[in-house]
């Protein structure tokens, strides 16, 4: 909470109830031993994936069905087995490639800071196959229109049988 309370009081400001943000909140800490607990009937548990800084992957398995979130990573041979068989996987589709808004100076840089941080399309669906998820999200997608067609041959080439779904504002997914 100190660490978002800038962001926290803000929201406060444009009329959210305190209740949830300042009050009635329960933090649960995640150690190097636990990254597991159940709330209200929800197991909840996570594991460390790689990128620049410390990141998070979450599962949320309730009455037979799950959904795994992971933000962005690179490539995680551990990946895979914390997904499998999830119902959902929403996780980082970085798949942009038209970056001629940025200074061609900056280009270079921006491009290694982007394999350092964020898994290849093959890497993305390697783990996707290798999981044996039912439905992909794919989130974080950058500019422009997302090719579904081709992305999904490039999943299906790597085994994976599953949906791939490009996410958007407003997207509803029922496992």
């Known amino acids: 909470m100190n660490f978002f309370r800038t962001d926290l009081e803000y929201r406060a400001s444009l009329g959210w109830p305190?209740?949830?943000?300042?009050?009635?909140?329960?933090?649960?800490?995640?150690?190097?031993?636990?990254?597991?607990?159940?709330l209200d009937g929800v197991e909840i548990s996570s594991i460390p994936v790689p990128h620049t800084v410390p990141t998070y992957a979450y599962?949320?398995?309730?009455?037979?069905?799950?959904?795994?979130?992971?933000?962005?990573?690179?490539?995680?041979?551990?990946?895979?087995?914390?997904?499998?068989?999830?119902?959902?996987?929403?996780?980082?589709?970085?798949?942009?490639?038209?970056?001629?808004?940025v200074p061609e100076q900056a280009?270079?840089?921006?491009?290694?800071?982007?394999?350092?941080?964020?898994?290849t399309i093959e890497d993305l669906a390697k783990m996707a196959a290798d999981s044996?998820?039912?439905?992909?999200?794919?989130t974080h997608i950058g500019l422009g229109n997302v090719d579904i067609e081709s992305i999904s041959k490039?999943?299906?080439?790597?085994?994976?049988?599953?949906?791939?779904i490009a996410a958007e504002d407003g997207l509803v997914i029922n496992p």
């Open 132 to 138: 044996k998820v039912k439905k992909v999200v794919l």
């Open 18 to 38: 305190k209740d949830g943000i300042f009050t009635n909140v329960t933090i649960k800490d995640f150690t190097e031993n636990q990254y597991r607990f159940d």
């Open 154 to 164: 490039v999943f299906s080439a790597k085994g994976f049988k599953g949906e791939i």
């Open 107 to 119: 280009w270079e840089n921006l491009k290694n800071g982007l394999k350092q941080s964020h898994a």
């Open 59 to 101: 599962r949320f398995d309730a009455k037979g069905k799950s959904v795994v979130i992971s933000g962005d990573l690179t490539y995680s041979k551990k990946f895979a087995s914390f997904a499998k068989n999830a119902d959902i996987l929403v996780f980082d589709g970085m798949l942009t490639s038209d970056f001629s808004f």
